[in-house]
Antibody, heavy 121, light 106 residues
Framework: EVRLVQSGAEVKKPGESLRISCQSSGYTLATYYINWLRQMPGKGLEWMGRIDPSDSYISYSPSFQGHVAISADNSINTAYLQWGSLKASDTAMYYC??????????????WGQGTTVTVSS | SYELTQPPSVSVSPGQTTSISCSGDKLGERSACWYQQRPGQSPVLVLYQDKKRPSGISERFSGSNSGDTATLTISETQAVDGATYFCQAWDNGVAVFGTGTNVTVL
């Protein structure tokens, strides 16, 4: 069974750094793109960016470019989403998702369980 | 930037059919997906390429996409269909999601 398992909830202060993870299970991470998405409390889904773990090619949404960093470590089948300096407005649920169809038109068909990030002083 | 607009909410009686619209400039020229998100859960892909259902998704879910509007239709609506539905398309390498529609099964 193809699954994505995300790291646990985080509580941080403004200005702190953070890295959350997304580990593939049932398949090799390098096989499919990993996408990261944000869902702020009570709001909709926002696509942040994606990585092709096979060659580390990364694309970001203009809305998130420069504020987050996406990476992957194929040796442990894990993708990461990282912040250098958190803001209160980063408080949200973050999902990783993959497209096992091999092309974006087939949709994001496998999702992680989500990681809650709370940023508060 | 590209935008997709959905009605905030729809209500439907059990057993009835409901449709959710998703509007965007020349959306019919793109491939649309639909996701279902129940409260407290991760989204689930229910349609891709406008009208194709992933394995395990009920035949009660169908879709179309033409002109500026994609439509998700749920037939014989059941209580378990109560959720928020998001449409999604790609624009210049960026995934764009609709504003979301909350479906209430009364």
């Amino acid at each position: 069974e193809v699954r994505l398992v995300q790291s646990g909830a985080e509580v941080k202060k403004p200005g702190e750094s953070l890295r959350i993870s997304c580990q593939s299970s049932g398949y090799t991470l390098a096989t499919y793109y990993i996408n990261w998405l944000r869902q702020m409390p009570g709001k909709g889904l926002e696509w942040m960016g994606r990585i092709d773990p096979s060659d580390s090619y990364i694309s970001y949404s203009p809305s998130f470019q420069g504020h987050v960093a996406i990476s992957a470590d194929n040796s442990i089948n894990t993708a990461y989403l990282q912040w250098g300096s958190l803001k209160a407005s980063d408080t949200a649920m973050y999902y990783c998702a993959t497209e096992t169809g091999g092309d974006p038109i087939y949709g994001l068909d496998v999702w992680g369980q989500g990681t809650t990030v709370t940023v508060s002083s | 930037s590209y935008e997709l607009t959905q009605p905030p909410s729809v209500s439907v009686s059990p057993g009835q059919t409901t449709s959710i619209s998703c509007s965007g400039d020349k959306l019919g020229e793109r491939s649309a997906c639909w996701y279902q998100q129940r409260p407290g859960q991760s989204p689930v892909l229910v349609l891709y390429q406008d009208k194709k259902r992933p394995s395990g998704i009920s035949e009660r879910f169908s879709g179309s996409n033409s002109g500026d509007t994609a439509t998700l239709t749920i037939s014989e609506t059941q209580a378990v269909d109560g959720a928020t539905y998001f449409c999604q398309a790609w624009d210049n390498g960026v995934a764009v999601f609709g504003t979301g529609t909350n479906v209430t099964v009364l």
